[in-house]
């Protein structure tokens, strides 16, 4: 079967680094995507990787290797407004998404 | 309005009841995609459309139809509602790119 993991839940310092993992096994991969959602509201798009390597977007990046089903998400200078669920995607061999349950990120001061 | 949007927000809705959660994009996105997300699970699809006049079946489907009249509005409805669709439904939109855009979701209480 198709699955996605990531840790349910993850604590950070605010200014600190933190780095989110997404291990993958999909029929077919045609590209792995992050999403943020804050409580109560809807996710938004954070990044795109279909290449293996880092993807480097101010404060966020996200790196790829196809032949470890694995990505990461990577959020530098916490802030206090990141407190949210990341969500992992992949996009499989029939152009459908499935998703991980997400991350959790706590931010501390 | 920009964007996507749903309608109700939230809804309390007696068990057996027929219940329509309405979902308008005005960005001519060719494919609409409705999931529910639940706490601790991923997003799950339900059903899709990658075109006007097309759906078809996602993930978890039964007790779920849609419809595909134009591009502009997908809706779904539950027939008889039971308490295992209490649930949150996002509508989303996508430009081909695989990239989604997400309504603000419709919080649907079935008691």
């Known amino acids: 079967g198709q699955n996605i993991d990531q840790p349910t839940e993850m604590t950070a310092t605010e200014g600190a680094i933190v780095q989110i993992n997404c291990t993958y096994q999909?029929?077919?991969?045609?590209?792995l995507f992050w999403y943020q959602q804050h409580a109560g509201e809807a996710p938004t798009f954070l990044s795109y990787n279909v290449l293996d390597g880092l993807e480097e977007k101010g404060r966020f990046s996200s790196f790829l290797s196809r032949s470890k089903g694995y990505s990461y998400l990577l959020l530098k200078e916490l802030q206090m407004k990141d407190s949210a669920s990341y969500l992992c995607?992949?996009?499989?061999?029939?152009?459908?998404?499935?998703w991980g349950a997400g991350t959790k990120l706590i931010i501390k001061p | 309005i920009a964007g996507i949007t749903q309608a109700p927000t939230s809804q309390i809705l007696a068990a057996g009841r027929r219940m329509t959660l309405r979902c308008t994009q005005d960005m001519r996105h060719n494919a609409m995609y409705w999931y529910r997300q639940d706490l601790g699970l991923g997003l799950r699809l339900i059903h899709y459309?990658?075109?006007?006049?097309?759906?078809g079946k996602g993930e978890v489907p039964d007790g779920y139809s849609v419809s595909r009249a134009n591009t502009d509005d997908f809706p779904l409805t539950l027939a008889s509602a039971v308490p295992s669709q209490t649930s949150v439904y996002f509508c989303a939109s996508s430009n081909g790119t695989g990239e989604l855009f997400f309504g603000e979701g419709s919080r649907l209480t079935v008691l």
């Open positions: 995607a992949v996009l499989d061999s029939n152009y459908q998404l499935i």
């Open positions: 459309s990658n075109t006007a006049g097309t759906t």
């Open positions: 999909t029929s077919g991969f045609n590209g």
